[in-house]
């Protein structure tokens, strides 16, 4: 037992607290359907009572996350959104979030189209750049909101100077983990208060599940929050925390595959004539590039690329085989996706515009499939695009 705190985090993903079930050894974590649980007697009430405060299939999940995340607590919600939601419930009317400018689409219209409403301000900024992040503090600054590496131009954000900054203001930092999981970075060990996640992506990793995460260290911070899942009560149902438990025991082999094959496709289409512009912080132009490899392991396996011809996109996308043409991101298989049209669609236009997300910016997310397939595939996409073609 006492050399398990000192096995890596591969490791860590199947020998945790949850390796086998404690009272019949079953080695995948059971499925409590119970939505009430029997009471032992008039004056002592058990550790479980009903199924929104906590079951403990989802509390298998939860006390997981919390452990690979190197938190105190964690928080299984029914959604990405509903865990960054619940979060959000922590601020009250006449509070203010500065906020990364590209953020994620659905997160962007819960800040501007329902916090907004309740007397929550915000001030979007480019993250990357601190003195601009200094400069928008107010007075009633209580949130500093970070997702990094961005979606979809992957800008990387100094998770640490944030959080400093953050402490000095009293105000909490929330960090955006989905991109890079605790398997690359590890916000709470560099200063902030929560760590939120869209577990859909790559800690579930097949396309097969809807669900969110959030992972505290504080104790206090973590009594509120638990307070507000229960309040609030959008919680993951049991087994859709059972399927994210499954999906994270292979975390670590599929990010392997994956982000392999997305350093040498980013590699692969800097190179190319058609390509305008590769948005990946594993490639040495990225402007953040020092920092990400201070900050995280890897530059995981989402990049996002610009063709020189608007026009050519749809011929991409249309000659591509192998990539699933979807929203999403995240998964064991590749992913390619049209932000403008997609996950960026509730922004307006003029907003993408001015964030740089234009209308010939895909998205990539590299799944576990052969590097020199997906690579042929992609070559051969881009040869019969219009561009090329007439010259
Ligand atoms: C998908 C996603 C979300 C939202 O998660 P859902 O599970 O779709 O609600 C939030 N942040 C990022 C970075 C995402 O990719």
């Known amino acids: 037992m006492s050399h398990a705190e000192d096995y890596t985090f591969e490791t860590k993903l199947l020998h945790n607290s949850h390796k086998f079930d404690s009272t019949t050894g079953a080695v995948s974590v059971p499925i409590h359907h119970a939505s009430t649980f029997h009471q032992p007697n008039f004056d002592h009430f058990g550790k479980y009572d009903y199924g929104r405060s906590l079951n403990p299939t989802r509390e298998a999940?939860?006390?997981?996350?919390?452990?690979?995340?190197?938190?105190?607590?964690?928080?299984?919600?029914?959604?990405?959104?509903?865990a960054i939601s619940t979060a959000f419930l922590l601020l009250s009317k006449g509070d203010h979030v500065i906020i990364s400018e590209d953020v994620y689409g659905g997160t962007y219209r819960i800040v501007t189209e329902v916090l907004s409403r309740y007397g929550v301000e915000h001030t979007f900024v480019d993250m990357t750049d601190l003195d601009s992040v200094e400069e928008a503090i107010l007075p009633n600054t209580k949130l500093f909101y970070v997702e990094t590496p961005s979606?979809?131009?992957?800008?990387?954000?100094?998770?640490?100077?944030?959080?400093?900054?953050?402490?000095?203001?009293?105000?909490?930092?929330?960090?955006?983990?989905?991109?890079?999981?605790?398997?690359?970075?590890?916000?709470?060990?560099?200063?902030?208060?929560?760590v939120l996640h869209s577990a859909t992506k790559f800690l579930s990793g097949h396309s097969d599940v809807v669900a969110g995460l959030a992972v505290v260290k504080d104790e206090q911070l973590a009594n509120r929050l638990a307070f507000l899942q229960n309040a609030f009560g959008a919680v993951l149902g049991v087994q859709d925390s059972w399927l994210v438990l499954r999906g994270l025991k292979?975390?670590?082999?599929?990010?392997?595959?994956?982000?392999?094959?997305?350093?040498?496709?980013?590699?692969?289409?800097?190179?190319?004539?058609?390509?305008?512009?590769?948005?990946?912080?594993?490639l040495k132009n990225h402007p953040q590039y020092e920092l990400q490899h201070r900050q995280s392991t890897s530059a995981g396996a989402?990049?996002?690329?610009?063709?020189?011809?608007?026009?050519?996109?749809?011929?991409?996308?249309?000659?591509?085989?192998?990539?699933?043409?979807?929203?999403?991101?995240?998964?064991?298989?590749?992913?390619?996706?049209?932000?403008?049209?997609?996950?960026?669609?509730?922004?307006?236009?003029?907003?993408?515009?001015?964030?740089?997300?234009?209308?010939?910016?895909?998205?990539?997310?590299?799944?576990?499939?052969?590097?020199?397939?997906?690579?042929?595939?992609?070559?051969?996409?881009?040869?019969?695009?219009?561009?090329?073609?007439?010259?």
């Open 302 to 391: 989402v990049l996002s690329f610009e063709l020189k011809d608007e026009n050519a996109v749809r011929h991409f996308i249309e000659n591509t085989q192998i990539p699933v043409f979807a929203v999403s991101l995240g998964a064991v298989e590749t992913i390619i996706s049209h932000p403008a049209k997609m996950s960026h669609a509730a922004m307006p236009e003029e907003e993408r515009k001015k964030r740089g997300i234009s209308n010939s910016l895909l998205r990539l997310s590299v799944g576990i499939e052969n590097t020199n397939d997906l690579i042929k595939d992609f070559s051969f996409a881009l040869q019969v695009s219009p561009e090329v073609s007439r010259i």
């Open 151 to 194: 979606n979809p131009l992957l800008k990387v954000t100094d998770i640490r100077a944030v959080s400093n900054l953050a402490k000095k203001h009293n105000a909490l930092t929330f960090v955006d983990n989905t991109f890079l999981t605790p398997a690359f970075q590890k916000p709470l060990l560099l200063g902030a208060d929560i």
């Open 61 to 82: 999940l939860e006390e997981t996350i919390a452990e690979l995340e190197e938190g105190s607590r964690g928080f299984a919600f029914s959604s990405g959104m509903a």
């Open 250 to 282: 292979t975390l670590s082999v599929r990010l392997k595959q994956s982000t392999s094959s997305a350093q040498k496709i980013a590699e692969f289409l800097s190179e190319h004539h058609s390509v305008k512009n590769v948005f990946y912080p594993g």
